[in-house]
């Protein structure tokens, strides 16, 4: 099973460096190992936050409430280890979501007539849509939490635990990681535009 889950990592990301490969041929302004070695630490950037910010969440979000990664998640990592399956899905189910954002973020910061933008200057952007996901998953994680325990959303067809408390916390880490991804792909639509136009103006100050 886990040498499935790392020939699948493999192939993803070999396809997605296929797929940078192929849209450096719309680049103009620099030489072409230039431009595959600056798309490729676009990738790199994007995968290296995504899965820093996966497993900083569910960190958090496992010691909240573990059931939710030992009941509802395949059993892919064989331990009742909040830091270990922290880390484990942090890394499985964040990789693939910053591989494929960077395909956007390398076409709309580098391919085109206007002026290319480095890797080191989408970094602040980056941070900035990582902290918008992060208060946005905090914000539904309470929300989730206390509309749970004050009976508006209902916790009866959670019959893994008798507690109400572990369902209250399941509800609030269930809301987080939805918070979670919603907010990254409505941040990264957003940013993915902002980053285009912040080339078009920086096109027309130099023409």
Known sequence: MEGDYTNNLVTGVMAVFEQLRELELGLE???????????????????????????????????LCVEYFTIFHPPIFHTQSPTWLGIGWGILATWRVGALFSVPLIVTARVGPRPALRASELIPSIAFLLAFMAVSAVLFGVAGYVLA??????????????????????????????????????????????TYRRRFRGYRVVG
Do not use: N
């Open 29 to 63: 302004f620099a030489p072409k190992s230039q431009q595959a070695m600056e798309s490729f630490k676009i990738a790199v950037t994007c995968v290296l936050a995504a899965v820093l910010y996966g497993i900083v969440h569910d960190q958090i979000t496992a010691r």
């Open 149 to 194: 325990r004050t009976g508006v959303l209902a916790t009866d067809a959670l019959t893994f635990s008798p507690s109400r408390t572990i369902r209250y916390r399941f509800m609030a880490v269930w809301w987080a990681h939805s918070a979670s991804y919603a907010s990254a792909f409505i941040g990264g639509a957003v940013l993915c535009v902002m």
